[in-house]
């Protein structure tokens, strides 16, 4: 089965996350794509989607909401995952779930919505980003849980299985 991993990253964090979950994908036999939203991947080339986006000032970039919004109508027929990336220290902060994704969910019917902390590089930042990031005195740093992120792609795989034998 052909699975798409769809991906919305600004500075290349949730893209590394989503190269994770596709390399698991692969490794338990599926044949996973990585695409980033912008170059518009179309859904119905695939029998499963994972979509996943980073969070700047509590939203999902609009490029990943736009990419939504127009596929719609297939993603709805379709076994969906989301994730959102961003929190960011220890505890990662913030903890409330992002709207956009659960919105989403609830008009896809998306099997499982899934937050997982980001990663802050200010060398990587732009000038309004770095202000923004020290008004919220938000640490810098890489805050990515990679065993969370392994074990998360697991579950789809292991839920892929059952949809794959049906
Ligand atoms: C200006 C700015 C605003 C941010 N706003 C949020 C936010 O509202 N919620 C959140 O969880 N993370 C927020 N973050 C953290 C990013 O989501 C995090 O750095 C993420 O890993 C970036 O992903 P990317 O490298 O794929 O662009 C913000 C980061 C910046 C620079």
């Given at each position: 089965?052909?699975?798409?991993?769809?991906?919305?990253?600004?500075?290349?964090?949730?893209?590394?996350?989503?190269?994770?979950?596709?390399?698991?994908?692969?490794?338990?036999?599926?044949?996973?794509?990585?695409?980033?939203?912008?170059?518009?991947?179309?859904?119905?080339?695939?029998?499963?989607?994972?979509?996943?986006?980073?969070?700047?000032?509590?939203?999902?970039?609009a490029e990943a909401r736009d990419w939504a919004t127009r596929?719609?109508?297939?993603?709805?027929?379709?076994?969906?995952?989301?994730?959102?990336?961003?929190?960011?220290?220890?505890?990662?902060?913030?903890?409330?779930?992002?709207?956009?994704?659960?919105?989403?969910?609830?008009?896809?019917?998306?099997?499982?919505?899934?937050?997982?902390?980001?990663?802050?590089?200010?060398?990587?930042?732009?000038?309004?980003?770095?202000?923004?990031?020290?008004?919220?005195?938000?640490?810098?740093?890489?805050?990515?849980?990679?065993?969370?992120?392994?074990?998360?792609?697991?579950?789809?795989?292991?839920?892929?299985?059952?949809?794959?034998?049906?």
């Amino acid at each position: 089965m052909k699975v798409l991993v769809a991906v919305a990253s600004k500075h290349g964090s949730t893209r590394d996350i989503a190269d994770v979950v596709a390399e698991e994908l692969q490794a338990r036999g599926f044949l996973a794509d990585v695409q980033a939203v912008t170059d518009d991947p179309d859904p119905r080339d695939y029998g499963a989607v994972v979509l996943g986006s980073a969070i700047y000032m509590g939203r999902w970039l609009a490029e990943a909401r736009d990419w939504a919004t127009r596929h719609e109508p297939t993603l709805e027929h379709m076994p969906l995952w989301l994730f959102s990336s961003g929190p960011i220290g220890d505890p990662p902060q913030p903890t409330e779930e992002p709207a956009d994704p659960v919105q989403l969910a609830a008009v896809t019917g998306a099997r499982g919505h899934t937050v997982f902390a980001g990663k802050l590089d200010p060398s990587a930042l732009g000038l309004g980003e770095r202000l923004v990031t020290r008004i919220v005195h938000a640490p810098y740093g890489d805050y990515r849980d990679f065993a969370a992120i392994h074990a998360w792609a697991q579950e789809i795989a292991t839920e892929l299985d059952a949809v794959r034998v049906t």
